[in-house]
Every structure is written in structure tokens, then in C-alpha cells.
């Protein structure tokens, strides 16, 4: 299948941030004219005025008559200290006397006068040694030079404007800052967008190996911020698809498997019951009154078996889909325990089997329904008699709990042939019979494989727990746990 190429993320992110670099670089360029320019104003105004008092008190300490080399020496010592492009620095005599700093060409300085410097005539034109047109010039600081009472001159400073009064262009900062900012962000913004463009085309990989079907894949991204925590929320998603599919396989394997199982277990008694059949009614085999009524037997009790089979599947379909409503009811384990043991004797004495009850010494009070945990116990007495070789023992012991709010355990011990460790993890599944000496089928042939998973549904239902382990030196032992109360 060909995908359709479809528009690249990048040249989203690439237009937006040039946009954004141009907006920027344009409040740059207000800033300066807003902001840089007046600070750098101020700033040039009150060193202005720190030189003109300087030279107009110097001035006025030289002695008389002023001459221009004198003035000139003063204003030279002190235009350094000004610090700003443009400036000049000027004496202008009360007797006519004209002192500029840098000097000026001879006909500016044989005019006489100083003028203003606001209207932008001639006479300020080649402040730098430049003729190259009108100029205007601001005046930052005035000063009179004065000897004692009288006012002998005045000391001016000014500064020469760019022509056409865009003082922003003479703010250095923004003529060197705004074009390296502008290429550095530029430059910086396209690496930083190619690297979110790479990632999240590494996203969009792992997200169709996801849906082709390959969940062992990983993002890798543990970087944390916003595309990190997502790779993080992929992979986590993945690991929840790629369990969700094992569990259903798994069920579907089961499923599988009690089918299979059900089927076979049916299967068994309706052949017996099938033959013995046959065998009746056929009219060339002769039966005889004492045959007729062992297969007469034989038909009821396989009859029987399949009754229990579907009672018990039935009664385990209730308990997994929790159509079984408990009545819990407190009650104390221990006589329950002691009951049943006792209901069990007589069973247990013509199997030749001994059953052993050991009695606490004091009441272990559980919330359970009574009816649920007699059955618990009769099922776990019931496989003992069935695996258990004549001549065996079994011992029911019940432990109290030590502490409020602990467990009590009920345990169920023989001395039969046991189970083999690696299958210690089926027992409570549904139609298990362990294979091994003495354990390959029950001993009355009744089972039906079921008893112990009605075991583990039941007690699980109650919040409690059932395991089974081996019982040295020889057997099984299983222990059913419950909350105590």
C-alpha cells in the first residue's frame, strides 16, 4: 500500500519561527529607538555637562589675556573624556575670541560666532574635519565662564546628528547586536526544529510497526519533556496491547483445552453406558441374571458419574461468573473443621485409612458462608480418600491466627505418593490428575477432575488464598488461608 506523503511539520515550524524572528528583530529596532536612544541621550547629556563645567572653571582660571592655544589645550584635555562620536567641544569669547575642539576648517572659525547649531546652517558643517554638507547639531550642555562677577564667555558641547534625525542607527549596540541575533537565532532555530522533526518522525516509525503488528518495539525516548513523555505513553501503551494479547491468546488456549477436556470426560461415561447398552439388548449374546444385573449397576453408576461431571461444571461456571451468591456469616472454622472430620470417619475407616483432626486451642472466628467452606473441606477429604493408598493417614490441623486482623490456615496433609514438584503449579486446574506411581487415576474411578478448582474459586471468592506443596518425607499438602475477624 503507498502512503501519501503528507505536508512536513518542518517547514510549519521553520515559517513560524523566521516570522517570529522578523517581529523580533523589528522590536528590537523599537526598543532601541524607544528605549537605547534616550538612556544613551542622557546619559551622553550629563557627560556633556560634566566636561563644560570642567573647561569653564579651568577657563576662567587662565590667566589673561585668554589666547587659543591656551583654550585649545583645555578643550583637548577634556573632549577625550566625553566618550561619544560626533562631539564638539567650543569656547566662544565675550572680546570675540573662538576656540573649537576638534577645530573646525578656517571659514567656520573666522565667522566669529557660534550660532545656535539647531537650524542646521553651514557653519557647523566639517565638525569632524568633514565637508560634506549641512549637518545638524544638538547642543547638550552650555556653561558661562566667569571671573569673579563677570561673565567672560561661554563653553558649549554638542553632538552631530545623522542626517535625515535616525538617532536609532547611531545606538552601537543595535548596529552590531540585531544582525548576529537575527543569524544565530536563524541558524539555532532550523538545528532545533530539524531535531523535533527527527524525533517525531521516530514516533511516527514506531507507530506503524505498532500497526503492522510488531509490539516489541520501543521508542527508546526517556528525555522528558512534551515528545518524550509521549514516546513514554506509546511504549506504555504497546506493553498493555502486546499482555492484552497474550492474555487472550492464553484464554483462548484454555478455552481450547476445556473443551477438549469436557469432551473427553464426557465422552467416557456415555461409552461405558453405551456398551453396557448394547451389550443388553443385543439377543445374540447370552446374558445371565447375575451379568444382567452387574451391567445394570454399571449403567447407574456411570450415569451417576456424568451427573456429578455436569453438577460440578455447572456448580464451577456459577462460582467463576459470580452468579453463586455467598452468605457470609461469622462462625468459627475450627468446629466446622471438627464436624466435618467427623461426618468423614466412618468413609475414611472402610477405605482403610486413618483421618486425624487436631484441634485448636482456641476459636478461629472467619466471615464466610458455612455451606461454601464444608464443601471446601469435603472436597480437599474427598481427593484424599481417592488418591491415598489403603493403609495411608491423613491429618486435618487448623491454625489460629496470632495477631487480629491476620490469617487462620486450615491444612490438609497425606501421606500418599504426592505430586511431582514441576506440576505443583496445576493442581487446581480443571480436570488435573497428576501422573506417577499410585496417582495416575483415583482410586474409586469417580473424580471428575473438578474438586479442587471449586476449591480455589470458592476460597478465592472469600479473599482468601489455597496453595498445595509437598509434605515430607512423602504426600501433598495443601493450606487454605482466610482473613480473620
Same mark, same amino acid.
Given at each position: ?38 538612556? &544613551?541621550?542622557?546619559?551622553? !547629556?550629563?557627560?556633556?555637562? @560634566?566636561? +563644560? ?31 561619544? !562620536?560626533? #562631539? ?5 569669547? $565675550? ?17 566669529? #560666532? ?12 566639517? $565638525? ?6 549641512? #549637518? ?49 537565532? +536563524? ?34 525516548? !526517556? ?12 511504549? !506504555?501503551?504497546?506493553?498493555? /496491547? $502486546? ?23 464426557? +465422552?467416557?461415561? @456415555? ?18 441374571? &447375575? ?61 482403610? @485409612? ?36 489403603? %493403609? ?12 487480629? %486482623? ?6 490438609? +496433609? ?6 511431582? $514438584? ?25 473424580? #471428575? ?8 474459586? /470458592? ?27
Amino acid at each position: 500500500m503507498t502512503r501519501k506523503r503528507g505536508k512536513s511539520l518542518f517547514w510549519t515550524i521553520a515559517g513560524m519561527f523566521f516570522l517570529t524572528t522578523l517581529l523580533g528583530s523589528l522590536l528590537q529596532i523599537l526598543v532601541a529607538v524607544a528605549v537605547l536612544r534616550p538612556l &544613551e541621550t542622557r546619559e551622553a !547629556r550629563s557627560r556633556a555637562e @560634566l566636561a +563644560a563645567s570642567g573647561v569653564a572653571a579651568e577657563i576662567a582660571a587662565l590667566p589673561l589675556p585668554l589666547t587659543a592655544p591656551r583654550v585649545e589645550t583645555v578643550l583637548e584635555r577634556h573632549r577625550d573624556r566625553l566618550g561619544f !562620536r560626533g #562631539s564638539v567641544i567650543a569656547y566662544r569669547g $565675550a572680546d570675540g575670541l573662538y576656540v573649537a575642539e576638534p577645530s573646525p576648517p578656517a571659514r567656520y572659525r573666522s565667522s566669529g #560666532s557660534m550660532g545656535s547649531g539647531e537650524s542646521g546652517d553651514s557653519s557647523a558643517a566639517g $565638525a569632524q574635519g568633514e565637508d560634506r554638507g549641512p #549637518s545638524r547639531f544638538e547642543t547638550l550642555a552650555q556653561r558661562p565662564v566667569k571671573r569673579g562677577d563677570a561673565t567672560i564667555g561661554e563653553v558649549s558641547v554638542r553632538r552631530r546628528l545623522p542626517r535625515g534625525g535616525w538617532g536609532y542607527w547611531e545606538t552601537r549596540t543595535a548596529l552590531l547586536f540585531v544582525p548576529f541575533a537575527v543569524l544565530a537565532s +536563524a541558524l539555532a532555530g532550523l538545528v532545533i526544529v530539524r531535531l523535533l522533526v527527527r524525533r517525531l518522525r521516530a514516533l511516527e516509525l514506531l507507530a506503524a510497526r505498532i500497526a503492522e503488528g510488531d509490539l516489541t518495539v520501543r521508542s527508546g525516548d !526517556r528525555s522528558g519533556d512534551e515528545i518524550g513523555r509521549l514516546a513514554e505513553q506509546l511504549d !506504555r501503551m504497546t506493553e498493555r /496491547i $502486546a499482555e492484552a494479547r497474550a492474555s487472550l491468546k492464553e484464554n483462548e488456549r484454555q478455552r481450547r483445552q476445556l473443551f477438549a477436556d469436557i469432551t473427553h470426560e464426557l +465422552a467416557t461415561p @456415555l461409552t461405558s453406558i453405551r456398551g453396557y447398552a448394547e451389550t443388553l439388548l443385543d439377543p445374540a449374546v447370552a446374558v445371565t441374571t &447375575e451379568e444382567r444385573s452387574r451391567y445394570m449397576r454399571g449403567l447407574l453408576e456411570e450415569a451417576a458419574r456424568l451427573d456429578r461431571l455436569i453438577s460440578d461444571l455447572f456448580e464451577l461456571a456459577r462460582l467463576e461468573a459470580g452468579a453463586s451468591a455467598l452468605q457470609p456469616e461469622r462462625l468459627d472454622w475450627a468446629a466446622l473443621g471438627r464436624h466435618t472430620a467427623e461426618r468423614f470417619q466412618p468413609r475414611f475407616r472402610d477405605a482403610g @485409612l486413618t483421618l486425624t483432626w487436631r484441634e485448636p486451642a482456641e476459636p478461629a472466628w472467619i466471615q464466610a458462608d458455612g455451606r461454601r467452606m464444608e464443601q471446601v473441606l469435603e472436597n480437599l477429604l474427598t481427593n484424599a480418600l481417592r488418591y491415598v493408598p489403603r %493403609g495411608g493417614r491423613v491429618e486435618v490441623s487448623l491454625s489460629p491466627s496470632a495477631r487480629p %486482623g491476620g490469617r487462620h490456615a486450615l491444612h490438609v +496433609a497425606d501421606d500418599g505418593p504426592g505430586i511431582p $514438584a514441576g506440576d505443583m503449579g496445576h493442581v487446581f486446574e480443571r480436570f488435573y490428575r497428576a501422573v506417577g506411581p499410585g496417582r495416575s487415576r483415583p482410586a474409586d474411578g469417580k473424580g #471428575s477432575g473438578l474438586g479442587l478448582a471449586i476449591v480455589k474459586e /470458592i476460597v478465592e471468592r472469600h479473599g482468601g488464598t489455597v496453595r498445595a506443596e509437598s509434605n515430607a518425607p512423602h504426600g501433598l499438602r495443601i493450606t487454605v488461608e482466610l482473613p480473620a475477624v
